[in-house]
């Protein structure tokens, strides 16, 4: 452990004690926005960790968001909504015995089912380096979207699945984000974790110094793709409905917008580039409604608040390179403006 | 397969290669100058799309210079966003680059979606393009003939100028080597606007011809097609342009001879590219005429 145990447990009091009170302070609408930043938080940590840690520029969070969504939406439906919902064609076999109502076993197999498909993938994934790596992935997770439209039996194709029980309410998201936080940021201040950044500062001298840089990759790519897995099924029982095209290359760019915003590498980073994109996308939607400007009223534009969101973008880009933390932690920032302070 | 229908493939799954083709050469250049993977190039397509009907609709323009006007807006938007977003960082880690490069295209395509709406538009195909020739048993549109040839000449001149001009010798060069070539008194900054340029001009005539097949145009239309045209870029072997045109045609070829030899596989067309790309990135990581950037950067 890097940082004193004390400050430790003085965030995660503040995360829980946050979580509880929100409860308290917040309208409906915020406790859903915070229960969307809440999924992507651990989606944006999790990437973050084969992305920023690794350094292994995947782009294929989405497939694994997918496979956990729909692995955990079709355990919580029973025989009957599947019979019902199914239009394109009558769900297969295994799907209508896939059954369980218990919504935490759900999310386990869905994080199980995101795993296993890292596994598999990453023998013919890191086979390649760098930007052939990112297409590969890229290809990859649109594949997995193709294979949702074109599996009627299983996915009920490009209608997806509605009606999923929804069982994650904040207090199910915003704890799970915060032991994931925790859980990830225990493996990036291990031994394994610093056999990850060396993998990503300079894989052929980690190569070279007995590091066995494959298994490092396997292992951050699964360990991510679970947390992405739970994310997913997270998100399937929270948003009550899914269809493929939610798993698209667009939620990966979201990502990685999230975590280059807030410092590739940095947990901290990830966190507040998530409430930022997430916060901050939610707080501009007044853009897209009618605008009363200097005794005039603008007719709404639906669609504006996404050209402000990427002009905002391309000059947080073009004037903080390193992104809002760069490599480092907030306790890491801390301690030295404390040091400053001293001075 | 009957004489006839496989003449029909070959027609139908040239145009679409050389389609391919056209938009992928902007990718695999920028590449190989920037190392960026410019996600911002489908939407420089689908700006020439628009730019082209909307030419031809508010300005009453003829066909030919509909297109010679949508070819001099993109040129100059391939610039812009050069100056804007990529120029100032020239430096920077390289996601930076990425990420302004993906902020330009959604910039792009809700743009586009707030002024002219999201629905998809009918394109205007001239009626000299429309007509259909017939040869025994093959029947063919014009445009369907005219585009590959069109872009078969295109391809001629953009190799012509790569390999037989100065400027494209400058191009290769400072594709192998972006420090010396400042060293040597080229103008590294001048070569990378005309490598985007140069990419947008060709972006926007595959747009054009897109639409002259495909007639219906959208926001969105050049994401998918983007993604395409940088996956037969990376199967053809990145920085390479003869590699990008060969990438461009398996793909296209793959895509209309499969889904004419099984309908039954037709819901996975768009992904052909990908699994195709995967296959060969699994035997050979650096594409078929490609060679080893993350090796051969010192």
């Given at each position: 452990m890097r940082v004193p145990k004390i400050t430790h447990i003085i965030f995660f009091a503040l995360a829980v004690g946050f979580l509880v009170a929100s409860h308290y302070i917040f309208d409906d609408y915020s406790l859903r926005v915070l229960n969307n930043i809440a999924i992507f938080i651990i989606l944006a940590v999790s990437y973050n960790l084969i992305n920023g840690v690794t350094g292994q520029f995947s782009l294929e969070p989405n497939g694994f968001?997918?496979?956990?969504?729909?692995?955990?939406?079709?355990?919580?439906?029973?025989?009957?909504?599947?019979?019902?919902?199914?239009?394109?064609?009558?769900?297969?076999?295994?799907?209508?015995?896939?059954?369980?109502?218990?919504?935490?076993l759900a999310l386990l197999a869905a994080g199980v089912c995101a795993t296993i498909l890292a596994l598999v993938l990453s023998f013919p994934v890191f086979r390649v380096r760098g930007d052939y790596l990112a297409i590969v992935t890229l290809g990859f997770g649109f594949i997995i979207k193709i294979l949702a439209i074109n599996y009627p039996s299983i996915t009920n194709g490009s209608l997806g699945l509605s009606s999923i029980p929804q069982h994650a309410t904040l207090y199910y998201t915003g704890g799970i984000a915060i032991i994931s936080v925790i859980m990830v940021l225990n493996i990036v201040y291990s031994k394994f974790?610093?056999?990850?950044?060396?993998?990503?500062?300079?894989?052929?001298?980690?190569?070279?110094?007995?590091?066995?840089?494959?298994?490092?990759?396997?292992?951050?790519?699964?360990?991510?793709?679970?947390?992405?897995?739970?994310?997913?099924?997270?998100?399937?029982?929270?948003?009550?409905?899914?269809?493929?095209?939610?798993?698209?290359?667009?939620?990966?760019?979201?990502?990685?917008?999230?975590?280059?915003?807030?410092?590739?590498?940095?947990?901290?980073?990830?966190?507040?580039?998530?409430?930022?994109?997430?916060?901050?996308?939610?707080?501009?939607?007044?853009?897209?409604?009618?605008?009363?400007?200097?005794?005039?009223?603008?007719d709404a534009m639906p669609g504006l608040r996404m050209i402000v969101f990427s002009v905002i973008l391309i000059l947080v880009m073009l004037f903080a390179r390193e992104g809002i933390f760069g490599k480092r932690e907030l306790t890491d920032v801390a301690r030295s403006a404390i040091k400053r302070l001293k001075r | 397969m009957d004489f006839s229908l496989f003449l029909q493939n070959m027609?139908?799954?040239?145009?679409?290669?050389?389609?391919?083709?056209?938009?992928?050469i902007g990718y695999t250049m920028v590449y190989g100058v920037l190392r960026l993977i410019n996600f911002a190039h489908g939407d420089i397509m689908m700006v020439g799309a628009y730019v082209c009907f909307f030419g031809m609709v508010s300005l009453n323009l003829p066909f030919i210079a509909a297109v010679v006007f949508a070819v001099t807006i993109c040129a100059a938007l391939g610039i812009i966003t050069d100056t804007i977003a990529y120029k100032p960082l020239r430096k920077a880690p390289r996601i930076s680059l990425l990420i302004t490069a993906i902020g330009i295209s959604f910039l792009l395509e809700n743009l586009f979606n707030v002024i002219f709406g999201s629905e998809p538009k009918a394109f205007i195909v001239p009626e000299y393009l429309q007509k259909v020739l017939t040869f025994g048993d093959v029947t063919v549109a014009m445009s369907a003939v005219l585009v590959p040839i069109i872009t078969l000449i295109l391809l001629a001149i953009t190799l012509f100028i790569l390999y037989r001009t100065k400027y494209g010798m400058a191009i290769r060069a400072l594709a192998f080597d972006i420090h010396t070539v400042n060293l040597m008194g080229i103008d590294a900054n001048l070569i990378i606007a005309i490598v985007f340029a140069l990419g947008s001009m060709l972006a926007a005539i595959g747009g054009v011809f897109w639409s002259l097949n495909y007639p219906s145009i959208e926001p969105m239309m050049g994401v998918l097609i983007g993604l395409k045209a940088f996956a037969a870029a990376v199967l053809g072997g990145i920085g390479s342009v003869g590699g990008a045109v060969l990438g461009g045609f398996i793909i296209g070829f793959t895509e209309v001879v499969v889904v004419s030899l099984s309908p039954e596989f037709s819901g996975f067309k768009d992904a052909f590219a990908f699994i195709f790309l995967i296959l060969i990135l699994i035997f050979k990581p650096t594409g078929i005429l490609g060679y080893n950037f993350e090796k051969s950067r010192f």
């Amino acid at each position: 452990m890097r940082v004193p145990k004390i400050t430790h447990i003085i965030f995660f009091a503040l995360a829980v004690g946050f979580l509880v009170a929100s409860h308290y302070i917040f309208d409906d609408y915020s406790l859903r926005v915070l229960n969307n930043i809440a999924i992507f938080i651990i989606l944006a940590v999790s990437y973050n960790l084969i992305n920023g840690v690794t350094g292994q520029f995947s782009l294929e969070p989405n497939g694994f968001v997918a496979v956990g969504a729909y692995v955990a939406a079709l355990i919580l439906l029973d025989a009957d909504a599947k019979n019902y919902q199914f239009d394109l064609e009558s769900p297969a076999a295994f799907v209508l015995w896939l059954h369980s109502s218990n919504f935490l076993l759900a999310l386990l197999a869905a994080g199980v089912c995101a795993t296993i498909l890292a596994l598999v993938l990453s023998f013919p994934v890191f086979r390649v380096r760098g930007d052939y790596l990112a297409i590969v992935t890229l290809g990859f997770g649109f594949i997995i979207k193709i294979l949702a439209i074109n599996y009627p039996s299983i996915t009920n194709g490009s209608l997806g699945l509605s009606s999923i029980p929804q069982h994650a309410t904040l207090y199910y998201t915003g704890g799970i984000a915060i032991i994931s936080v925790i859980m990830v940021l225990n493996i990036v201040y291990s031994k394994f974790g610093r056999a990850m950044k060396a993998v990503r500062d300079d894989e052929d001298a980690a190569l070279a110094m007995g590091v066995n840089t494959f298994a490092v990759k396997t292992t951050a790519f699964s360990t991510s793709a679970f947390l992405e897995g739970v994310g997913g099924g997270l998100w399937a029982c929270s948003f009550a409905s899914i269809v493929p095209n939610e798993f698209d290359f667009y939620l990966t760019f979201q990502l990685l917008i999230i975590i280059v915003l807030g410092g590739l590498g940095s947990m901290t980073g990830a966190i507040l580039g998530t409430i930022l994109v997430i916060g901050g996308g939610e707080w501009l939607r007044f853009l897209d409604e009618p605008i009363s400007m200097f005794g005039h009223t603008f007719d709404a534009m639906p669609g504006l608040r996404m050209i402000v969101f990427s002009v905002i973008l391309i000059l947080v880009m073009l004037f903080a390179r390193e992104g809002i933390f760069g490599k480092r932690e907030l306790t890491d920032v801390a301690r030295s403006a404390i040091k400053r302070l001293k001075r | 397969m009957d004489f006839s229908l496989f003449l029909q493939n070959m027609v139908n799954g040239f145009s679409l290669g050389s389609m391919y083709a056209l938009i992928a050469i902007g990718y695999t250049m920028v590449y190989g100058v920037l190392r960026l993977i410019n996600f911002a190039h489908g939407d420089i397509m689908m700006v020439g799309a628009y730019v082209c009907f909307f030419g031809m609709v508010s300005l009453n323009l003829p066909f030919i210079a509909a297109v010679v006007f949508a070819v001099t807006i993109c040129a100059a938007l391939g610039i812009i966003t050069d100056t804007i977003a990529y120029k100032p960082l020239r430096k920077a880690p390289r996601i930076s680059l990425l990420i302004t490069a993906i902020g330009i295209s959604f910039l792009l395509e809700n743009l586009f979606n707030v002024i002219f709406g999201s629905e998809p538009k009918a394109f205007i195909v001239p009626e000299y393009l429309q007509k259909v020739l017939t040869f025994g048993d093959v029947t063919v549109a014009m445009s369907a003939v005219l585009v590959p040839i069109i872009t078969l000449i295109l391809l001629a001149i953009t190799l012509f100028i790569l390999y037989r001009t100065k400027y494209g010798m400058a191009i290769r060069a400072l594709a192998f080597d972006i420090h010396t070539v400042n060293l040597m008194g080229i103008d590294a900054n001048l070569i990378i606007a005309i490598v985007f340029a140069l990419g947008s001009m060709l972006a926007a005539i595959g747009g054009v011809f897109w639409s002259l097949n495909y007639p219906s145009i959208e926001p969105m239309m050049g994401v998918l097609i983007g993604l395409k045209a940088f996956a037969a870029a990376v199967l053809g072997g990145i920085g390479s342009v003869g590699g990008a045109v060969l990438g461009g045609f398996i793909i296209g070829f793959t895509e209309v001879v499969v889904v004419s030899l099984s309908p039954e596989f037709s819901g996975f067309k768009d992904a052909f590219a990908f699994i195709f790309l995967i296959l060969i990135l699994i035997f050979k990581p650096t594409g078929i005429l490609g060679y080893n950037f993350e090796k051969s950067r010192f």
